[in-house]
T-cell receptor, first 111, second 115 residues
Framework: RKEVEQDPGPFNVPEGATVAFNCTYSNSASQSFFWYRQDCRKEPKLLMSVYSSGNEDGRFTAQLNRASQYISLLIRDSKLSDSATYLCVVNMRNYGQNFVFGPGTRLSVLP | DGGITQSPKYLFRKEGQNVTLSCEQNLNHDAMYWYRQDPGQGLRLIYYSQIVNDFQKGDIAEGYSVSREKKESFPLTVTSAQKNPTAFYLC??????????????FGSGTQLSVL
């Protein structure tokens, strides 16, 4: 079983749609969680950290369920500029910092 | 401005040749990382370093070597032993001490191709 798994995608949605991505992780000792966004052939950029209480940043909402070892990202009112690959990242901290990446879910927002 | 600088942006390697990818950061971060990304796939960890003069193998270290002589610099050498080096290479850094923010910051990447 992979350490971090994500919806395989791709997701093709119309502008204005709401889309949700799911991520599961295998190590129950994982400490912190993130969503990164990566455009084609560019570096990943931090979208948001994920907290146990859930957190929201504009049109983006992240949720964490430690009991189920599950993380989600919800994007409301999708824009063309949201088209990218979304990476779920878990910090295992088994030796200092150890960030493990999911394979990513590709989103295409269509006009 | 603080950040991570990778160079070159594009690199070509001949058969049997060693090449070195540069990574420099001025964020005063203790930890630095090298990842490899193949088309349509996620990032895989090659090497990481939590402190100067110390580094650890990641999941796919074979055929690669690193050094960490200075806090700011973490160069990656792709040796001739790496038989399939064509990929997008990303360098990253993060603070180590708790409470300083543990997010990863990335350089803009190096695309390595074999001639």
């Amino acid at each position: 079983r992979k350490e971090v798994e994500q919806d395989p995608g791709p997701f093709n949605v119309p502008e204005g749609a709401t889309v949700a991505f799911n991520c599961t992780y295998s190590n129950s000792a994982s400490q912190s969680f993130f969503w990164y966004r990566q455009d084609c052939r560019k570096e990943p950029k931090l979208l948001m950290s994920v907290y146990s209480s859930g957190n929201e940043d504009g049109r983006f909402t992240a949720q964490l369920n430690r009991a189920s070892q599950y993380i989600s990202l919800l994007i409301r009112d999708s824009k063309l500029s949201d088209s990218a690959t979304y990476l779920c990242v878990v910090n295992m901290r088994n030796y200092g910092q150890n960030f493990v990446f999911g394979p990513g879910t590709r989103l295409s927002v269509l006009p | 401005d603080g950040g991570i600088t990778q160079s070159p942006k594009y690199l070509f390697r001949k058969e049997g040749q060693n090449v070195t990818l540069s990574c420099e950061q001025n964020l005063n971060h203790d930890a630095m990382y090298w990842y490899r990304q193949d088309p349509g796939q996620g990032l895989r960890l090659i090497y990481y370093s939590q402190i100067v003069n110390d580094f650890q193998k990641g999941d796919i270290a074979e055929g690669y070597s690193v050094s960490r002589e200075k806090k700011e610099s973490f160069p990656l050498t792709v040796t001739s032993a790496q038989k399939n080096p064509t990929a997008f290479y990303l360098c990253a850094s993060s603070p180590v001490a708790a409470g300083l923010g543990e997010k990863l910051f990335f350089g803009s990447g190096t695309q390595l191709s074999v001639l």
